[in-house]
């Protein structure tokens, strides 16, 4: 299968402090990437759809001006948590879409730990 | 309705055992269906697609109903190592993926 990277794996900052996970594909071009949280023991709740070269589209009750995301390349997309409080402390997931529209599938990144003191 | 459906469980079942779960979908013109498979603390892994009436992969096999409009999985002969949630997702017209909650499986020695 398709290869997704995610960097870093765990992050511990400071409240108030911005933080930036990098979501890449390693051997394929992702024209959509995707972005999750997840809390314990809950489900996936998609965040945000970032398009390569456009305006990243936000689900509802998702703040875009406290998780900015920027999808610069065919290979990378990152989200910048800003101004971090405890609350924003979770599992922060991005996938990669591979494949025609009939076969899409999505490919996870290994996640991002962050948690906010 | 929700657009993904699932059992949440838990199913608890003992090693060697054949167990099944069920996932609903509310659009009839979805088009391509899988399982992930999430460990604790990890990311979703991609285990199964379903694009027609069913896929078979080992002790795996996912089938499609679309008259029902639902996916089932299959797991036979079941390990400790198949202990993990699986979530079913559906790939809708408009290219969007709408996730299950997922269902919890712990295989018991």
């Known amino acids: 299968g398709a290869v997704v990277s995610q960097h870093p794996s765990r992050v511990i900052c400071k409240s108030g402090t911005s933080v930036k996970i990098e979501c890449r594909s390693l051997?394929?071009?992702?024209?959509?990437m995707f972005w999750y949280r997840q809390f314990p023991k809950k489900s996936l709740m998609l965040m945000a759809t970032?398009?390569?070269?456009?305006?990243?589209?936000?689900e509802q009750g998702v703040e875009k001006d406290k998780f900015l995301i920027n999808h610069a390349s065919l290979t990378l997309s990152t989200l910048t948590v800003t101004s971090a409080h405890p609350e924003d402390s979770s599992f922060y997931i991005c996938?990669?879409?591979?494949?025609?529209?009939?076969?899409?599938?999505?490919?996870f990144g290994p996640g991002t730990r962050l948690t906010v003191l | 309705r929700k657009e993904v459906e699932q059992d949440p469980g838990p199913f608890n079942v003992p090693e060697g055992a054949t167990v099944a779960f069920n996932c609903t979908y509310s659009?009839?013109?979805?088009?391509?269906f899988f399982w992930y498979r999430q460990d604790c603390r990890k990311e979703p892994k991609l285990l199964m697609s379903?694009?027609?009436s069913g896929n078979e992969d080992g002790r795996f096999t996912a089938q499609l109903n679309r008259a029902s409009q639902y996916i089932s999985l299959l797991i036979r002969d079941s390990k400790l190592s198949d202990s993990a949630t699986y979530l079913c997702?559906?790939?809708?017209?408009?290219?969007?993926?709408?996730f299950g909650t997922g269902t919890s499986l712990t295989v018991i020695p």
């Open positions: 996938s990669a879409r591979w494949g025609t529209s009939y076969t899409d599938t999505q490919y």
């Open positions: 051997d394929f071009q992702a024209t959509t």
């Open positions: 970032s398009n390569e070269g456009s305006k990243a589209t936000y």
């Open positions: 659009n009839s013109a979805s088009q391509s």
């Open positions: 379903v694009y027609s």
């Open positions: 997702v559906v790939n809708s017209p408009g290219n969007q993926f709408y």
